[in-house]
């Protein structure tokens, strides 16, 4: 059965654009993307850490660590959730592991012997986690092993920053936004940038396919329609 064009846009919200450091919207995470781009250069042993709280973007940063550095040395990309007993460590590549603070017993293990074998052959690690290493519920000595790694906090952007990257999103599409609809994403969309993003592409295919001006009622049947929000219409706009 052909699919509707409701079903087809809500197919294609869903669809997130690859994430890439080009992509990343740096904010104040300028010398950490730095650090990044110098690995993505080859160095041969990196070990970094990245904590930040949902929506900071470090998941896209460790996903696009992974799409762009494996052209050039080999990588291996892990949830912390999945990790068994063992690691597989190749000589001058790269182990990603998310959400550190969800590995098991035995994955502790597999990355506590990663960590000893790193400078040995040229390992770099990128790990990731919601919590400073101080406060990771790990072994002791593997927690010791991450906070001897170059640390970051993704700091996540202020409201300011996502209004002025999604008005320069909506410039490149030709879209012509008003104060209120950006107000409003921001106050009940997603507090993740590509959401937004994502919302804001959205808006403008409906509103073409549609032959409706972007207005705020637009935008509210949009965002019912595909995150099932029931928005307050006593709040203002």
Known sequence: MPMSAQQQLLLDLKLEQAPT???????????????????????????????????????????????????TRPVLMLDGANVGGDIPAVAGGLIIIDNVEDLGPDAQIALFRVFNAARLIGIAVLLAGRLPPLELALREDLRTRVGQCLIYE?????????????????????????????????RHGRRDLPSLMAMLNGLDRISLEQKRPLTLPLLRELMQSTLDLKPDESSPV
């Open 154 to 186: 993704v700091q996540t952007l202020s409201d300011h920053e996502k209004s002025a990257a999604l008005r320069q999103h909506a410039l490149l599409r030709g879209m012509r936004l008003d104060d209120g609809i950006v107000h409003y994403l921001l």
């Open 21 to 71: 450091f080009e992509n990343f919207i740096v904010g104040r995470n300028e010398e950490l993307l730095g650090r990044l781009l110098e690995l993505k250069a080859g160095r041969s042993f990196d070990a970094l850490y990245l904590w930040g709280g949902e929506g900071c973007g470090k998941s896209h940063l460790l996903a696009a660590a992974a799409l762009e550095i494996a052209d």
